[in-house]
């Protein structure tokens, strides 16, 4: 069984002050509005609704932690966090949103990585762009989940791959390359989910 299979809602966060004062490790998941992200965060800790997922984007609305082991000492923590893009709501909350998260992302020590969740069919946005720019100056890694790709055949999400992994190349020059990787996922029908079962693993807790 994967250790993200023993995980539990610890908290939700809205204002920077609320912020768990845990030293564990925390992955963060981000990504546009209605790319399957809180889905993922589901299916990668074999839970229905641990993250609530909706059709409607935009309902995550806060921080949400997830606890990662036994409830008393867990080992870390995955942190779904609000979706950017067309989310249907107020201007003065997205930037609300943006002002939460670019400070969280930016300052907060405990994060080990970013989960960046990608549309396998609309992948590399320039919201998507702007995300691995703005959070590279972490100079922590990213990893880049290609979700919704049993939508797409064989070929096409091969393709789809390729591409994306091209976009990637044009940050050579800039030197985030070799911090950003990348694979299909698809919650459906668990393509990927070992390869991303075992990075989170490696992130959190170093094995």
């Avoid at 609000?82 to 670019?102: E, F, Q, R």
């Avoid at 994060?111 to 990608?118: F, N, S, T």
Wanted: with cysteine.
């Amino acid at each position: 069984m994967s250790f993200l299979h023993q995980s539990h809602f610890f908290t939700t966060v809205n204002h920077l002050r609320d912020l768990p004062k845990t030293i564990q490790s925390e992955v963060a998941f981000a990504g546009r509005s209605n790319t399957g992200k809180s889905t993922a965060i589901n299916v990668l800790c074999n839970y229905k609704r641990l993250a609530f997922s909706s059709r409607t984007p935009g309902r995550t609305q806060h921080i949400n932690y997830f606890s990662i082991g036994p409830a008393r000492t867990p080992v870390g923590y995955l942190v779904d966090l609000p979706g950017y893009g067309y989310a249907k709501v107020p201007n003065a909350t997205k930037i609300y949103w943006k002002a939460l998260l670019s400070t969280y992302l930016i300052t907060r020590p405990q994060i080990r990585g970013l989960i960046l969740v990608m549309d396998s069919r609309r992948p590399f946005t320039e919201l998507d762009r702007h995300m691995i720019e703005w959070f590279s100056t972490t100079t922590r890694p990213i990893h880049i989940l290609l979700t919704k790709c049993d939508k797409l055949s064989k070929n096409d999400s091969i393709n789809a791959l390729r591409t994306a992994q091209k976009s990637v190349f044009f940050y050579k020059t800039s030197g985030l390359q070799s911090k950003i990787t990348i694979q299909l996922f698809s919650a459906l029908t668990k393509i990927g989910l070992s390869q991303a079962h075992a990075l989170l693993k490696y992130w959190l807790v170093g094995a």
